[in-house]
RNA sequence: GGAGGAGUGGCCGAGCGGUCGAAGGCGGCGGACUUGAAAUCCGUUGAGCCCCCCGUGGGCUCCGUGGGUUCGAAUCCCACCUCCUCCGCCA
């Protein structure tokens, strides 16, 4: 949620920033009506106005109301009689006013819970220096990492990691299917192995960056997800909700972390805190299909390790971590040993809480071509806002302290499915046995997974 | 799951249906003392929102959350959430 004198204060800037980002804030004026964004500022400002002259009139009744019950407070004093009269006078003046009061309060709280909602929706600001456009070829390639293999020189062509899993048993989709459905997997032995060795991998390079490690709940009050800028319920969600009971299942720990300190004031000298979140992620994936969604590269169900930071409020201090987090995530994966490339996601592409992404995406031989592995996004205080999640901060003043909201930053350390997905295809062999990366080996225990 | 108890400001903790945004303490900030610090003493210190003639201006709200009773609710009633104690069950 973004801080409403935006709205109030500079509508032109808003209106830019929904062009450039083309998310829908209305469902009848979605980014390729004419005029779209000013139309939505238009929108926004008026669901603001009615809201607030609405909340004045009230207030005004409020007013009159504690003016009547501070009068009879000074009843006492009058000779009985008197006293009695005054009373019933105020009593049904105050009684007249309570009644007025509540048609209006139903008035205010409608106007406002229609103007929040709208609010809501509304995607953070974007970085200055994020690339404009959407579509795969706005995105700014920031760097290369690791050299592709040459399958051609070794006299081979790489098959996709399903194909080489499966030949492992290190992959079970068909149980998966029968036990949960299509697109959840068990993973077997060395799969196992290599999915838990990814895990401590990426918690030990988390732990030396100075990252406090958490297993956090892998469900979420629906008003924690909402906080996070995710929608829990709706025909397009990729979030699942438990029947019955106000809990959604997470997509990413990010939630539960990122949901640690709702409601809270923290003190300035604790920031940055750094923390590191292993949880399970599920994901509906609604619409999703294709070749790109095969195997375990688009499941309903895996395993990250999430990093999570809060900052001061400022956003040259959230950018600096946000590029940290870069460079923890460059380092996993070139430790890993795996080609990847590194995107400046494009503002078009961009989820409403994000003020900047970058993405790791690693080269996937087997479908050859890259795909997304981690991503890192700066969700500045948009996130805060709504949680309540404020620091008390030493303000131009002397000695004043004043409450700020935090800046978060979050980003995947490994998603374990992803990382097996592009550690499979890289270190295929032509017999189908696959080398365990050098970092994993402590964990998995072999040099090379071969089928059993 | 059953039976009790409790949720108050950054933290701890008092609070009679009206003078309670709320005692007291801690912490923070400013000052005195000190070469400096500690100790001590004095003062000060909640948040959110709305309006305007934008000021040492006016108003509204907030005591777990949401309802209700009342002219008036931190205080009374109901529901929910959370925590604690005891019992039961259980990896």
Redesign the pocket.
Known sequence: MLD?RIL?DDPDRLRENLAIRKIAVFDDLPPQAPDWAAATVARLSELDRRY?AL??E???L??E??????A??GLGALPADERAARRKT??E???A??ENE?LLAEQV?KARAARDEAWARVPNLTHPDAPRGDGDDAHRLLRTVGTPRDFEAEGFVPRDHLAVAEGLGIVDFEAGARVAGQKFYYLVEDGALLDLALQRYALEVARRHGFRLHVTPDLARAEIVAGLGFQPRGPSTQIYSVADADLCLIGTAEITLGGMLAD??L?AEDLPLLLAGLSHCFRTEAGAAGQESKGLYRVHQFTKVELFAFTHGDEAVSDAMHRRFLDIEIEIFEGLGIPFRVLDMATGDLAAPAYRKYDLEAWLPGRGGYGEITSTSNCTDYQARRLKI?Y?D?AAG??????RFVHMVNGTAVATSRAIVAIVENYQQADGTVVVPEVLRPWVGKDVIAPV
Do not use: C, F, P, S
């Open positions: 409403l109030r607030r909340l004045e009230e207030e005004r409020r007013h109301q504690n003016e009547v019950a501070a009879m407070k105020l009593v003046k105050g009684r006013l309570r509540r709280a809270t004031i003190d404020r008390r030493a002397k000695g004043r302290k004043k409450n």
